[in-house]
């Protein structure tokens, strides 16, 4: 395979990435290439033309790659690898929250790359489901979906909702209609998840569940 230019590399899931990687690069240990021969060699552009974005993103597909035990543990690397991984620009120097529909999506694309290269999947730990649970917290989700289930008790914690304390209990409806509405997707049940909805907030979380699973930063 060719090399791919800067359009093609924000139109790829980070896992096709990294199988192009591997293919263009042959034999290559690419992972612990340096930045400036990763670029010369993956990229069709020069170095000072490609998109700091697609840039960004190829270097955090190496990160998952080379680097995945700090990508699962410590919160900014987490942080940042989420954001490039969704065709964000990243900014090393704040806090930069990203939304939950762009956490899970790269949640299970850093899933599928340390697959990839470790044969099984990893677990989040140490700062990272405190970290998730406080994103959650500040776009105001309760529930969250499957592949951040990691940090569905830590987000409870942080809501002083420990489970079966009274605040959880007067929640316990919209966590149920959520709970039910993560399994029926999960399921391929999409038409029963309309008979869920009982009014405008119920319909609004559910609709912000089933779009974290559908969202995709590449056809953006």
């Known amino acids: 395979m060719e090399s791919i230019n800067s359009q093609q590399v924000l139109k790829t899931h980070p896992i096709g990435l990294y199988s192009n990687f591997d293919t263009i690069c042959g034999d290559e240990d690419w992972l612990d290439w340096e930045t400036d021969t990763l670029l010369e060699t993956v990229f069709e552009e020069k170095p000072d033309d490609i998109d700091p974005v697609a840039m960004d993103k190829a270097l955090a597909v190496q990160a998952a790659a080379a680097n995945s035990n700090l990508v699962v543990t410590d919160a900014v690397a987490f942080e940042k690898l989420?954001?490039?991984?969704?065709?964000?620009?990243?900014?090393?120097?704040?806090?930069?929250?990203?939304?939950?529909?762009?956490?899970?999506?790269a949640t299970e694309q850093l899933r599928e790359i340390i697959k990839?290269?470790?044969?099984?999947?990893?677990?989040?730990?140490?700062?990272?489901?405190?970290?998730?649970?406080?994103?959650?917290?500040?776009?105001?989700?309760?529930?969250?979906?499957?592949?951040?289930?990691?940090?569905?008790?830590?987000?409870?914690?942080l809501a002083g909702m420990e489970e079966h304390s009274v605040k959880w209990q007067a929640s316990r409806p919209l966590i149920d209609v959520g709970r039910k509405a993560i399994d029926m997707f999960e399921l391929g049940e999409f038409a029963d998840i309309d008979e869920l909805i009982g009014d405008d907030f119920a319909a609004s979380f559910i609709g912000r569940i089933v779009g974290a699973y559908l969202f995709d930063p590449t056809t953006v």
Request: charged fraction near 15%.
């Open 82 to 105: 989420v954001h490039a991984f969704c065709n964000n620009p990243c900014n090393t120097d704040i806090f930069q929250p990203p939304e939950v529909e762009e956490v899970v999506y």
């Open 116 to 157: 990839e290269v470790h044969g099984k999947a990893p677990e989040f730990s140490c700062e990272i489901p405190g970290y998730v649970a406080a994103v959650a917290i500040h776009h105001g989700w309760l529930v969250l979906p499957r592949p951040l289930e990691f940090a569905q008790k830590a987000l409870f914690g």
